[in-house]
Every structure is written in structure tokens, then in C-alpha cells.
């Protein structure tokens, strides 16, 4: 079965950058979603495709997808952005895989 | 708007089948593929499967000897059951829906989810 890795955490201070990887292998070759959610609620899709941003969600949000690792990046960190992100694929064996999930945390 | 609102019993019994419902609001389920996704306490986010509104359908092979996904066009409402729970079925169960209408629908992302609700298996 597909298998992606995500780091468990990562610590970012307010104002920085914010880098979560999605590893898979040749996940360069699939279409990666990535999703946030805060405690208590669902998830929202912050990224499609890859790099796509759905209406509403900040240009702070961005993504990219090559060889075996997809990273969301969230530029300007607001305290707002505190979270778990989760990325997502679809493989043809597997069907719908969710990466561990990163939890975000802002200093 | 669409809007998916999870409902059935929030306690069920080991051995016994978890049923849940989804009713969709804002839009109608055809044309699209809808989800059930859950979720333990603590934990990631787990695809249960999927149902075309003409009834077609898909199951994570973990979960497919015990599962089954039905759809109720007339009524706008999909249904999940999972038989012979035990403790390790305890989670929050999200209905979704895939962004994309369409035959190849269920390759694109979910762009709608219930809120979610807590399904605990004890006696």
C-alpha cells in the first residue's frame, strides 16, 4: 500500500516561514491536497493539485510536489495558523491515502 | 452552499453495526462521489470509502469485509454501516464531498465535509 510521511511536528515563530513535507514514493507523480485542521472541526482543503489555493485561503499558503516529497509552505505565520495539516493522494492501489499529519505550532 | 450534517447513535456495542447517515443541504448528490472518513481520538484521518449517486462504490481494503456504503437520491442522504465493531472503531466519523462532478470525481480532493460525529464502541 502507498504509504506518505509527514514530520510529527513542527515550530515556527510568528512572522516566519513554515515548511511541512509530505514524503511518498515518487509522490512527483500524483496530485497532492493538503488539509488544515484546528481542534474540534473538520478539515478545510488549503491546497489542490499540488499548488492550487481554493478560493478564500490566503496567498500566504503554498505548495509544490517533485521526486519523492510534496511541501506545503505557509509564509508570514500567524498565530491563526496553528494546526494539524494533513496532505492527501489518490493512487491507483491504494485509492485515498492521508499523510500522518504535521501538527503546527506557533511560538 | 452545500452542507453535509452527520446523524445516528453516538454509543454502539462491540459485535454489534455502526450506522450512520449523512444528509446533504444545499445542492443535490448527484453528479458527485461522497465520502465516509474517520478519525480515532488523537489520531490521523483514515478514508473509510466511497459512493458514486448512481451506487457505485469503493471500500479501503482494511476496512472492506465490513462495510458497506449505501446512497438515497431520493431522500439526498447517503449511509454508512460497519459491522462487528470493537474499541478500535471508536472515532469521529466525517461525511465528505469530492470536489470534482463526474466519472473520475473521486480522484479529486473533498471540498465539503460534515462537522463530524463521535461514534464510541463500549459496553
Known amino acids: 500500500s502507498y504509504v506518505l510521511t509527514q514530520p510529527p511536528s513542527v515550530s515556527v515563530a510568528p512572522g516566519k516561514t513554515a515548511r511541512i513535507t509530505c514524503g511518498g514514493n515518487?509522490?512527483?507523480?500524483?496530485?497532492v491536497h493538503w488539509y488544515q485542521q484546528k481542534p474540534g472541526q473538520a478539515p478545510v482543503l488549503v491546497i489542490y493539485?499540488?499548488?492550487d489555493r481554493p478560493s478564500g485561503i490566503p496567498e500566504r499558503f503554498s505548495g509544490s510536489n517533485s521526486g519523492n516529497t510534496a511541501t506545503l509552505t505557509i509564509s508570514r505565520v500567524e498565530a491563526g495558523d496553528e494546526a494539524d495539516y494533513y496532505c492527501?493522494?489518490?493512487?491507483?492501489?491504494?485509492?485515498?491515502?492521508f499523510g500522518t499529519g504535521t501538527k503546527v505550532t506557533v511560538l | 452552499q452545500v452542507q453535509l450534517q452527520e446523524s445516528g447513535p453516538g454509543l454502539v456495542k462491540p459485535s454489534e453495526t455502526l450506522s450512520l447517515t449523512c444528509t446533504v443541504s444545499?445542492?443535490?448528490?448527484?453528479?458527485?462521489?461522497w465520502s465516509w472518513i474517520r478519525q480515532p481520538p488523537g489520531k490521523g484521518l483514515e478514508w473509510i470509502g466511497y459512493?458514486?449517486?448512481?451506487?457505485?462504490?469503493n471500500y479501503n481494503p482494511s476496512l472492506k469485509s465490513r462495510v458497506t456504503i449505501s446512497v438515497d437520491t431520493s431522500k439526498n442522504q447517503f449511509s454508512l454501516k460497519l459491522s462487528s465493531v470493537t474499541a478500535a472503531d471508536t472515532a469521529v466519523y466525517y461525511c465528505?464531498?469530492?470536489?470534482?462532478?463526474?466519472?473520475?470525481?473521486?480522484?479529486?480532493?473533498?471540498?465539503?465535509w460534515g462537522q463530524g460525529t463521535l461514534v464510541t464502541v463500549s459496553s
Open positions: 515518487n509522490i512527483g507523480s500524483k496530485s
Open positions: 459512493i458514486y449517486y448512481s451506487g457505485s462504490t
Open positions: 465528505a464531498r469530492y470536489a470534482a462532478g463526474g466519472r473520475d470525481g473521486y480522484k479529486s480532493p473533498v471540498d465539503y
Open positions: 493539485y499540488d499548488s
Open positions: 444545499g445542492g443535490s448528490i448527484s453528479s458527485y462521489y
Open positions: 492527501q493522494v489518490w493512487d491507483s492501489s491504494s485509492d485515498h491515502v
